[in-house]
């Protein structure tokens, strides 16, 4: 079945990096668009970035653009999210989405929890 597994969130300064991971499997990876979404109590999913399936083409939010880089390695069937210069904003559960196809749905991880404070 599709899993996505997420991992790599944690507790940071501010000013400081975290790189989040998303573990794919149940699926061709390298065939997928893939985005990271994040979200805080209260508010509704953040759409963060997406990559395309070769990795080649990326999108940011102006929220993080020239913060954070979304990558992929195919070959290892791994998503990640590089975030710097990380602010007390950042601060959400981050979720790495398998973006939709015509016939075939979305599919999401479980989240991991990035907290930005001093």
């Known amino acids: 079945q599709v899993q996505l597994v997420e991992s790599g969130g944690g507790l940071v300064q501010p000013g400081g990096s975290l790189r989040l991971s998303c573990q794919a499997s149940?699926?061709?990876?390298?065939?997928?668009?893939m985005t990271w979404v994040r979200q805080t109590p209260g508010k509704g999913p953040e759409w963060v970035s997406t990559?395309?399936?070769?990795?080649?083409?990326?999108n940011y939010a102006v929220s993080v653009r020239g913060r954070f880089t979304i990558s992929r390695d195919n070959a290892k069937n791994t998503l990640f999210l590089q975030m710097s210069s990380l602010k007390p904003e950042d601060t959400a559960v981050y979720y790495c989405?398998?973006?939709?196809?015509?016939?075939?749905?979305?599919?999401w991880g479980q989240g991991t929890q990035v907290t930005v404070s001093s």
């Open positions: 149940g699926f061709t990876f390298s065939t997928y668009y």
């Open positions: 989405k398998r973006e939709p196809r015509i016939y075939i749905e979305a599919a």
């Open positions: 990559v395309n399936a070769a990795g080649g083409a990326t």
